[in-house]
């Protein structure tokens, strides 16, 4: 989606919040047809995936509205925004731990990626309605090849891109791992049994904490990693 959206200078070439608005309605609509079309696992994750596209048309358009609100206090006000996009993330796991769709064992699931869905689809109508770009708001930016190169060959820009994917690959295996850890924990500190541990975090792991961390272990000692 971050390619695409590149590619065709959609953030310069569209309002900002006219690209973020079909963007969260786009992803809404590919998150609601996995469990209204009710397929197998194949168009499921063809369905996520185009999700996931779609909010390359979210995430970007999102911090260049809000730049254009900020002068002095830029990094406020993106701090704010991926704080924001944290806790949006972070939102369907406390659907799943509140009692709002049922409960004993895991909660309906489907119920959840619609409640999200509608969620998306209000911010897209919000956005619409009620934001607009801000006094420091520049002139679009032309396209140019050049740029792509420069990401590798300018020193600072290339560093900071390093940076940040490294910071992707920690940030998503925390959460991946998150919730092993932390329902492991509850369950030893006898807060709960294993399934309202599963009912709360939306996640029952499938292997004990102590063989997990041993067989991970055991992965990089095999490769001369650890």
């Not at 991926?82 to 895991?106: D, E, K, Q, R, W």
């Amino acid at each position: 989606g971050a390619l695409f959206s590149a590619l065709f200078n959609l953030a310069d070439r569209l309002k900002a919040r006219y690209l973020f608005a079909a963007s969260a309605l786009a992803g809404s609509i590919f998150n609601a047809a996995i469990p209204l079309l009710d397929t197998g696992p194949e168009t499921a994750i063809a369905l996520r995936m185009l999700t996931g596209v779609s909010l390359a048309g979210v995430y970007p358009p999102g911090m260049k509205i809000m730049a254009t609100w900020c002068g002095k206090d830029r990094g406020l006000g993106i701090g704010l925004l991926v704080g924001a996009l944290a806790l949006g993330s972070a939102l369907p796991h406390l659907l799943n731990g509140i009692p709002l769709f049922g409960s004993g064992g895991m909660p309906p699931w489907r119920m959840v990626l619609l409640a999200t869905s509608i969620m998306a689809a209000c911010g897209g109508l919000i956005t619409i309605l009620f934001v607009k770009s801000g006094p420091l708001e520049g002139p679009p930016a032309p396209f140019n090849w050049r740029f792509a190169a420069k990401a590798f060959t300018h020193a600072p820009t290339r560093l900071a891109n390093f940076g940040y994917l490294g910071h992707m690959w920690e940030l998503y295996a925390m959460w991946a791992w998150f919730f092993a850890f932390f329902g492991d924990s509850l369950v030893r500190e006898g807060f709960m049994d294993t399934n309202r541990a599963a009912q709360m975090l939306g996640f029952k792991a499938q292997t004990p904490l102590k063989e997990g961390v041993r067989e991970t272990v055991h992965w990089y000692r095999e490769r001369n990693l650890l």
